[in-house]
Structures are given as C-alpha cells and as structure tokens.
C-alpha cells in the first residue's frame, strides 16, 4: 500500500492502471479507505456549491481523515484550488474529483476544471454525476 510520505514525493498526475482486480497507483497496490467531502461550515445552508468552503476546511479536515487513516476523498463538486489539492496531497489523501456535477454543465466547462488540475498528483479519478 502506497504511505503518505510516498505519496507526498510525487510530483505529477498519479498513473492509475488496474491488474486483475488490484489497483495499481504509481505501478504499488493501493486499498482505497475514503469518505465523501463536501464542507459546509456549520450554520450553512447546505446549498451546493454557494456553501462550499474547501479552502477553509482542508487543512484541519486533512489532519483528522489522515490520522483515521483516510486515503481517498470523493467531492460532491468540482475541486479546482490547487492550495486544496496540495494539502491533501501532503497528508497522503487522494482526490476523486467531480467534474460534472449535474447535466447542464458545458463541455467546455468540464474540459476547464480537467485542465486546471489535471497533472495535480492528488487527483486519482474524475467523477462525472452525483449518483
């Protein structure tokens, strides 16, 4: 399994391959223990994405699923801060990241959020649609 000091050393987009039935990031097994990530603050409406704070949560969010042993994070919505992506990344937490939330995004919308993230070594996945 990949550790999160590894996983920090990486500098590019992850090379994910499948073999068999094993997931292959950087060509080591990894077992993903992930959670679904969508910070609201407290008080927050919960409306999607006006409420969304990633930057505000990352840091002390991070800290806790590290020490849970949380490798792998899904998001309801896109995730393009880099600063976000860097901290998850240092705590050795990959990104599954959604770029298309609903139906009515643009192509060239989508293709955006890939490009402005799309060699970050935190990003794992892309998820296109919520459920």
């Known amino acids: ?8 050393k990486v500098s590019h987009a992850p090379e994910v391959k499948v073999h068999g039935r094993q997931l292959l990031v ?3 097994p990894i077992h993903l223990k992930g ?9 927050g409406s919960g409306a999607n994405p006006e409420d969304l704070d990633f930057a505000g949560f990352a840091a002390s969010d991070a800290l806790i699923m590290a020490k849970a042993g949380i490798n792998a994070i899904r998001t309801y919505n ?7 992506l860097d901290i998850f990344h240092e705590h050795g937490i990959y990104v599954l990241n959604t770029i298309l939330a609903w139906g009515g995004d643009s192509l060239s919308m ?9 060699d970050h070594p935190a990003v794992l996945f ?3 649609g919520n459920e």
């Open 110 to 118: 989508i293709k955006d959020r890939v490009d402005k993230v799309k």
């Open 126 to 128: 892309w998820i296109l």
């Open 78 to 84: 896109p995730l393009t801060d880099r600063r976000v």
């Open 26 to 28: 950087n060509g080591v």
């Open 1 to 8: 399994l990949i550790c999160a000091s590894e996983a920090a």
């Open 35 to 43: 959670v679904c990530w969508n910070p609201v603050p407290r008080g």
